[in-house]
Structure formats: C-alpha cells, structure tokens
C-alpha cells in the first residue's frame, strides 16, 4: 500500500483558521474604510467575469422566452383582447383628460406657472447578472463608464424607480435596487405632500411589497396614494414614481405612522432598465 | 497544481451560474436559488479535510463578494467556516456516501443563512428572526439540498477521476 504524501506545510488547522480570519477582518475593514483601495482588483476580476456572465444570461433568456413564448399564446390572445378593450376606454379618456389639459394650460397661462416638469435623458441598458443569494437585491448592467455611466444615476424600468448605480467599471455597472434591504429612499406622497422614507425589507418582499416609514401620524394618507422620489433626497431626482401606499398603520411610538409599499416595478421579471444620465448634484448647482 | 486549478473552474462556473443561470430557477419573491458554492465547499471539506476546505471557501467567498458589490472579505468569511467545520467530519468519508454530505449541506446552508442574518441583517435593526427563518432559511436548505444530490455525484466524481486522491486508503483522510 502507498504512504500517504506527506504536505509540504504543517500547520494545525485551527491556526490557519485563525490566521485566514485575521486576514478576512482586516479585507473587511479595509473595504469598508478606504473602499478604493480594492478598486482595481475589483474592476479587473469583474471585466473578467462579465463577458461570461453576458454569455450566460443571453442564453438563459433565449431559452427561457422560447419555453415563454410556447406557454404564453394562449394567455397572450386572452390578454390582446382585455387591451383592446382597455384601448377603447383609454381612448375615452385620453379625449376627456385632453379638454382637460387644454383646461390646465388656460389656467396656467393665466398665473404664469413656470413648467416645473423636466425631461431627463435615459439611455438604456440589459441586466446580465443578479446578485441571487436574497441577502442583496444588486445586479449588474452591461454598461459602464465607457458609455457615461457614472455612480449616483438613477436607475428606471418602464415609469418606476428601480435603483442607483453604486458601482461602475469600465463595461459594467452594479446598481442596488430600492428593494435592498439596507436602501433608503426618501419620498413623497402625492395629494397629501408628506415626506416619508421608503426602505427595503426583506421580510414583506415575500409578499410584494417594501417598507414605507415616517409618515406624520397627523398625515390623511389613504391607499393608493402613489409615491414618488422627493426633492429633498440628494442623490434621487424628484418625481420619479415608486409605488402605491397600502396597510397604513400607527407606529407604537405614537408618533409616526408606517405602512408597505408596492412597486410599480415587477423587479421578478426585469431584463432592461434606463439608466437616467442627469445627475441630481448637477441639476441642483444649476 | 492540477487541484487547484479544477477547484478555481469549480468556483468560477458555481459562481457564474449563481449570479446568471439560476436566477430562472428561483422561486418567489426572495430569490432563492440553490447555492452551489455552498455545496462545492462541503465537497471540498468532506473530502479533503479542514484546512484544504477552508482555502477553497474563502476564496469562492471573494469571487462572490467581488462579483456581487458588497463589502469584500464577509462571504469570504462565512463560507471559510463552513469549510472549517465541514472538515470535522473528513474523517467519516466513504466514497459514494450521499446521506451524510446531503446533511452537512442543508445544515451549512442554514448556518450559512444564519450567519448572514446575523452579520448583514441584525446590524441594521431586522429582529423578525421567525419570518427569516421561515422564508428565506427553511425554503434556501430544502432547495440547495434538491440540487445538491446531482451537483455531488459530480463533484465526487471529478474527486475521484480528474484529481486522483494523494492516498489510496479512502478511510484515513487527512483531518
């Protein structure tokens, strides 16, 4: 029978433990401090791992709308016809809100309101990777400095707030969603104006919906009130939508109220977003 | 030379396949995937002992922290346990054994969890330890250890065919 080789180092194993530690404590207290420091590994590591992981998520979607697209005609006939029929009442009222706004501009003319509505630039991007382990609610994008990318832009998919880009690379970009768990955004509602704070939440997600808090307990809030970004925020641009308020109720403290949230964005089945290349510092120094 | 290299293509697909492929795979709105880093690091400790399972989760544990934003060095840390404590029970390896590997992964899994529920979630003011465990814990180990029969038979197959065991009495593994 062979002798068992012998290694080359012999170390107890508990020492190593603790040695390997040490090591990961100091990664992590490096990384939290002086976060630029790694910045080059990172970056190197990542354009490494991106093509990959582009490769992957094409074909993982090429494959998954095939099976899609077999299971959805039927669905997809039912629904054509719930929109045309939707079309129609929308056009109703597209005609009543256009005498409306006809209205509105009148009146407007009359006070000399300054439009306060501005139009954002977006450019659009593909989600290649998520950050799957339900810890985060990250993902990557497969844009990057290199495309005018920069950290602190607003992330959007179809009219809702979807993140902010914390990380950009030279071809990527990793953007924390406002379902994160450890992602504050401060809101506004609309009727009422009161400002709030929406947070991530891990335990209501299960149910679709994220944390809205500090809420004035004097606040008429109902329902349904949709919420958007709020001026105050430093790095969100205002009057982007984030969601419907539902379950308001009084906070024990006696004097806030807190409710959930749900977003208008379907983050279980997002593949591209818009990335809004405005910063918000800028449009506050002009 | 030959280990370390299939253990670095190891990690690479885990967490390549982690982050891409397998976010069809999940279900609900939590994301729970299977974790196949979890698994190749219970593979790895079973099979090889504390020290070598130690090295193969901290390094899986960068590639993840790198890959996924976050502050560098925790995953590292937590799956570095798990090899650690998975390389108690080196000692009891018999090839084709599932039962007792199956057990290490759901209860790594679980620490594994618990240990990001601690570090990531307890620090910022999350106490609703109950609904953790019921919707993220629970759901995460069933899930990892569905996929972790296949995933293991490989990984123990690639032990034995590709990186040829240094020992060829199975029952006295290095502890």
Same mark, same amino acid.
């Given at each position: ?22 090591? +990961? ?45 077999f299971e959805q005609v039927e669905a997809l006939q039912k629904e054509i016809a719930e929109l045309k029929a939707e079309n129609d009442r929308i056009t ?103 400002? +709030?704070?929406? +947070? ?67 983050f279980e089945h997002l593949n591209t977003v818009l990335i809004i290349t405005d910063l918000k510092k800028n449009l506050t120094e002009e | 030379m030959v ?45 090889? %002992? ?10 899986? %544990? ?10 560098? %060095? ?12 998975? %390389? ?88």
């Amino acid at each position: 029978m062979k002798e068992r080789q012998k290694p080359k180092y012999d170390m107890e194993p508990r020492y190593v433990l603790l040695i390997m530690t040490m090591i +990961c404590i100091f990664l992590i207290f490096f990384s939290y401090k002086f976060s630029n420091i790694f910045d080059v590994a990172r970056t190197r590591m990542n354009s490494f791992l991106v093509p990959l992981q582009k490769g992957i998520t094409t074909l993982g979607t090429g494959i998954n709308n095939a099976v899609d697209n077999f299971e959805q005609v039927e669905a997809l006939q039912k629904e054509i016809a719930e929109l045309k029929a939707e079309n129609d009442r929308i056009t109703r009222e597209k005609e009543n809100i256009e005498q409306s706004l006809y209205d509105l501009e009148r009146y407007k003319q009359l006070l000399s309101l300054a439009d306060s509505y501005k139009n954002y630039t977006t450019v659009g991007a593909n989600i290649i990777a998520k950050d799957s382990s339900g810890y985060y609610a990250r993902f990557t994008l497969d844009k990057g400095y290199k495309d005018g990318i920069q950290v602190d832009m607003n992330v959007l998919a179809g009219a809702g707030l979807v993140g902010i880009i914390t990380e950009v690379g030279p071809n990527y970009s990793i953007v924390r969603s406002i379902i994160d768990d450890n992602n504050y955004v401060s809101a506004i509602v609309t009727k009422t104006d009161d400002n +709030c704070i929406v +947070c991530g939440n891990l335990e209501l997600l299960s149910m679709g919906y994220i944390e809205i808090r500090d809420l004035s307990i004097n606040t008429e809030v109902r329902n349904n009130y949709k919420v958007y970004t709020s001026p105050l925020s430093d790095k969100y641009l205002p009057d982007i939508l984030i969601g419907y308020i539902s379950n308001i109720q009084n906070e024990n403290d006696g004097l806030t109220k807190t409710g959930y949230l749900t977003p208008v964005v379907d983050f279980e089945h997002l593949n591209t977003v818009l990335i809004i290349t405005d910063l918000k510092k800028n449009l506050t120094e002009e | 030379m030959v280990v370390v290299l299939v253990y670095a293509v190891e990690i690479l697909i885990a967490v390549l396949l982690k982050t891409t492929l397998f976010t069809h795979l999940a279900f609900g709105y939590y994301n729970i995937v299977p974790d196949l880093i979890v698994m190749i690091v219970v593979a790895a400790a079973y099979q090889r %002992g504390k020290t070598k399972g130690m090295f193969v989760g901290f390094f899986a %544990g960068l590639v993840l922290d790198i890959a996924s934003g976050g502050y560098l %060095g925790v995953f590292a840390l937590f799956y570095m346990f798990l090899g650690y404590l998975n %390389g108690f029970l080196a000692k009891y390896y018999v090839q084709n054994d599932i039962l007792l590997p199956l057990m290490m992964s759901a209860a790594s899994e679980f620490l594994f969890a618990f240990m990001c529920y601690v570090f990531l979630f307890l620090t910022h003011g999350r106490t609703h330890l109950g609904a953790y465990i019921l919707y993220q814990m629970i759901p995460l180990a069933i899930y990892t250890c569905i996929v972790f029969i296949p995933v293991y038979r490989i990984l123990d197959l690639i032990y034995w065919k590709v990186t040829k065991p240094l020992y060829t009495d199975y029952s006295k593994v290095e502890t």
